[in-house]
């Protein structure tokens, strides 16, 4: 069974620091893939990064950067110098190679940028 | 925007009664999914459909069924309504054509509130 596990559940940081969020995951899968999404106050559901097992090269994109470990099977997400509007919940998911398309999530990250 | 549809915004019913929640997907995507989130559930799996037909099935209530008409577009129908029913109800679609990988993205939800 796949299981994605976020152990923060809330974390709060003032303006400007960096902060990690934690995912570890569970597969049995070779080939999976994982993601990254982020839920505003809004409600909505963004789309921010996937990356495949085979893949373990870093990502940055702007002030974003995604660490993929397949050796402690983590895929953490680091916002640097931290904004008030990053606040939101979190959530990483992952999806195996099982001819379907079944992302499982991690239970989110809320996090809040306190100015 | 992510181009995935969902109407209506809110719902608000009472016990015993049956609703429909419907989605357009992106244009080009052929696979469209179905995902409750519930403040004890989390964000979980329903459905997914692709092409018309039936691709996956995740912890869907039997008084819950799904369909993807020609046009592509997605029918969630809930019927016997209970409490525990209210959640936000997610449409995702992507460009899945039998590989998985594919990034979900979706719509922005339609709360149900059951009185």
């Known amino acids: 069974a796949q299981k994605v596990t976020q152990a923060q559940t809330e974390i709060s940081v003032v303006e400007k620091e960096d902060v990690t969020l934690d995912c570890v995951y569970e597969t049995r899968d070779t080939t999976y893939y994982l993601f990254w999404y982020k839920q505003p106050p809004s409600g909505e559901l963004v789309f921010l990064i996937r990356?495949?097992?085979?893949?373990?090269q870093n990502e940055i994109s702007g002030r974003y950067s995604w660490n993929f470990q397949k050796s402690t099977s983590s895929f953490n997400f680091t916002i640097t110098a931290s904004q008030v509007v990053d606040s939101a919940v979190y959530f990483c998911?992952?999806?195996?190679?099982?001819?379907?398309?079944?992302?499982?999530f991690g239970q989110g990250t809320r996090l809040t940028i306190n100015p | 925007d992510s181009g995935v549809t969902q109407t209506p915004k809110h719902l608000i019913t009472a016990t015993g009664q049956r609703v429909t929640l419907r989605c357009s997907p992106r244009?080009?995507?052929?696979?469209v999914y179905w995902y409750q989130q519930s403040l004890d559930q989390g964000l979980q799996f329903l459905i997914q459909y692709y092409n018309g037909e039936e691709r996956a099935k995740g912890n869907i209530l039997e008084r819950f069924s799904a369909q993807q008409f020609p046009d592509l577009h997605s029918e969630l129908n809930l019927s016997s309504l209970e409490l525990g029913d209210s959640a936000l109800y997610f449409c995702a679609s992507s460009q899945f054509k039998g590989q998985v990988g594919s990034p979900l993205h979706f719509g922005n939800g339609t709360r149900l509130t059951v009185t």
């Open positions: 990356r495949n097992s085979f893949d373990e």
């Open positions: 998911a992952l999806s195996g190679d099982q001819g379907a398309q079944k992302l499982v």
């Open positions: 244009s080009g995507d052929l696979s």
